[in-house]
């Protein structure tokens, strides 16, 4: 039995050495070494040797298995990187050119808007803050003079995460249905006097159209200090128009009325879209875009701050509406539909 596996060693490394590609060492490995193969064939007759001789026989097949398999490995090697630098050096590959590159995404265009515009409020020295989506009531409502019984609440419906323990008792949470309630949060931290501008997303129970979504982005503008009045607060929302658009846009301004001012404003900006009315501005030839006013005293007193030294303004621009005004875009559904067709064109 010593010499016919000796043979077999001699002849299996033959092949193997004969072997031209990864499929012919294939083949030699499962003549040799598979399963029906001939090394297997050998070792079914050492039943039949001698107890001495048994445990040799053995011991040599095992041996040469592993030279065979190990010679097999070896042999493979050598074809992988040969066939690795066929592939680098084949035809028309430079390895000294840039790789492919990858797709670069864009800013959102709401992220560019806002970018700007807390550019530009820093230069005037205002802080950009920050508040929670999901809001207290109180800091949503209450602190800004819309108590529960109050009809300003219907306008902004929104989604309760916890209802109040009972109607008006201020202690229940909602999605924020405005950025006001950084006003509350901005004043109460900080104190007076205070400049700060509050991007944001909001929420609210609406029917959608061109202009109206149920989630959208205003941004807050707070200015309280000594003798702050409404010129100063046209003044801001001027400069926040002309830096927006890079030209003075014609506004018209008219009373409004919101709780937490006094007195109120709101701004209208003219339709980019029509002459003489369109389904964006709904046939009025104006956008409804940044209201503001007077912080109402109530408002200073919930935040600890002296209407008798302070006073201050107030405003909350439609951001999203913003960005359709200086994108041309017509219909505000586009705006968070994360469909590529429109997030390509900026
Ligand atoms: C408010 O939300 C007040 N918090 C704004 C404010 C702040 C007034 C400070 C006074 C002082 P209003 O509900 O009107 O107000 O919303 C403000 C702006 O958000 C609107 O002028 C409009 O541009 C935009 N807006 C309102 N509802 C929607 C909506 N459903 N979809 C898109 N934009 C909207």
């Known amino acids: 039995m010593r010499d016919a596996l000796e043979e077999l060693r001699q002849s299996a490394l033959e092949a193997l050495s004969g072997a031209g590609s990864d499929a012919e060492l294939?083949?030699?490995e499962v003549q040799y070494l598979g399963r029906n193969g001939e090394l297997t064939s050998l070792l079914?007759?050492?039943?039949?040797?001698?107890?001495?001789?048994?445990?040799?026989?053995?011991?040599?097949?095992?041996?040469?298995?592993?030279?065979?398999?190990?010679?097999i490995q070896e042999r493979r090697k050598g074809f992988d990187e040969e066939k690795l630098q066929a592939d680098l050096l084949g035809e028309g590959f430079?390895?000294?050119l840039p790789g492919p590159s990858a797709p670069a995404g864009g800013l959102h265009p709401l992220t560019r808007i806002r970018r700007e515009l807390e550019d530009l409020f820093s230069s005037m020295g205002f802080y950009v803050?920050?508040?929670?989506?999901l809001e207290m009531e109180s800091n949503n409502f209450d602190a800004l003079n819309i108590p529960g019984d109050h009809p300003a609440r219907e306008s902004h419906d929104t989604i309760w995460v916890r209802e109040p323990s009972s109607p008006g008792a201020g202690d229940g949470t909602c999605m924020r249905t405005h950025t006001s309630p950084v006003q509350v949060r901005a004043l109460r931290k900080f104190g007076?006097?205070?400049?700060?501008?509050?991007?944001?997303r909001v929420f609210r129970q609406e029917t959608?159209?061109?202009?109206?979504?149920?989630?959208?982005h205003q941004m807050e503008g707070l200015v309280v200090g000594k003798g702050v009045g409404v010129s100063h607060m046209l003044h801001a929302m001027n400069t926040l128009l002309e830096g927006v658009f890079g030209r003075k846009v014609e506004t018209r301004l008219?009373?409004?009325?919101?709780?937490?001012?006094?007195?109120?404003?709101?701004?209208?900006?003219?339709?980019?879209?029509?002459e003489d009315g369109c389904r964006v501005c709904k046939g009025s030839t104006w956008i409804e875009l940044m209201p503001g006013g007077l912080v109402h005293p109530h408002v200073l007193k919930a935040c600890d701050v002296d209407p008798e030294h302070f006073s201050g303004f107030a405003f909350g621009l439609?951001?999203?509406?913003?960005?359709?005004?200086?994108?041309?875009i017509n219909d505000i559904r586009w705006m968070l539909s994360g469909d590529l067709r429109f997030l390509e064109q900026f």
């Open 254 to 274: 008219r009373p409004g009325f919101f709780p937490f001012v006094e007195p109120g404003f709101e701004l209208d900006a003219r339709c980019p879209f029509c």
């Open 318 to 328: 439609g951001l999203s509406r913003m960005v359709m005004l200086r994108y041309g």
């Open 192 to 200: 007076a006097p205070l400049k700060v501008i509050a991007p944001g």
């Open 26 to 28: 294939r083949e030699v």
């Open 129 to 133: 803050v920050d508040g929670p989506e």
């Open 94 to 96: 430079d390895p000294t």
């Open 44 to 71: 079914k007759q050492l039943g039949s040797l001698s107890a001495e001789e048994r445990p040799l026989m053995g011991k040599l097949s095992n041996e040469i298995k592993g030279e065979v398999q190990a010679s």
């Open 208 to 216: 959608q159209d061109a202009t109206h979504d149920h989630t959208f």
